[in-house]
């Protein structure tokens, strides 16, 4: 598991690349992906510390059913649900599932910022709770 690996999961390629890219600048190890058992395979295999999940990843599971299903896999993984808009209903459910952060997708690039810190604070609390466990 590396300190700075995350996944990207989104059906939208033209997302996951810029994310993506935008992330690798940063100094992380990026991987992405459009399929949900890719996903889980990154997590069992690597140990990715953290998931960036679109809302409407997977075209037969709805992201909402994906996240108690990822925790399985890995409890400590950072899950950060990324949405156009959620319900408030689905915004709750997935919260008790235990997600780390809900953000809307960045309109334009000033909006990554925001990803960034929620990623740079998932990694943190990730790596700390290890060191302690």
């Known amino acids: 598991m590396n300190e700075r690996e995350i ?7 033209e997302f996951r690349n810029q994310i993506a890219e935008y992330f690798r600048q940063a100094g992380y190890q990026v991987e992405t992906t459009d399929s949900a058992i890719h996903a889980f ?28 299903l990822l925790k399985k ?28 952060y809900h953000a809307f997708k960045p309109a334009g690039p000033a909006d990554r910022e925001e990803l960034h810190q929620a990623v740079r604070c998932a990694l943190k609390k990730t790596f700390a709770r290890s060191r302690i466990d």
Request: one cysteine or more; a negative charge; glycine letters at 4%.
């Open 41 to 68: 395979c990154s997590i069992l295999e690597k140990h990715i510390p953290v998931i960036l999940l679109g809302d409407d990843f997977d075209g037969k599971l709805a992201s909402a059913d994906l996240v108690p």
């Open 73 to 100: 896999c890995n409890r400590q993984l950072a899950i950060i649900v990324v949405s156009d808009e959620m319900p408030l209903s689905m915004a709750r459910k997935i919260r008790q599932e235990g997600i780390f």
């Open 7 to 13: 996944l990207i999961a989104d059906r939208d390629s």
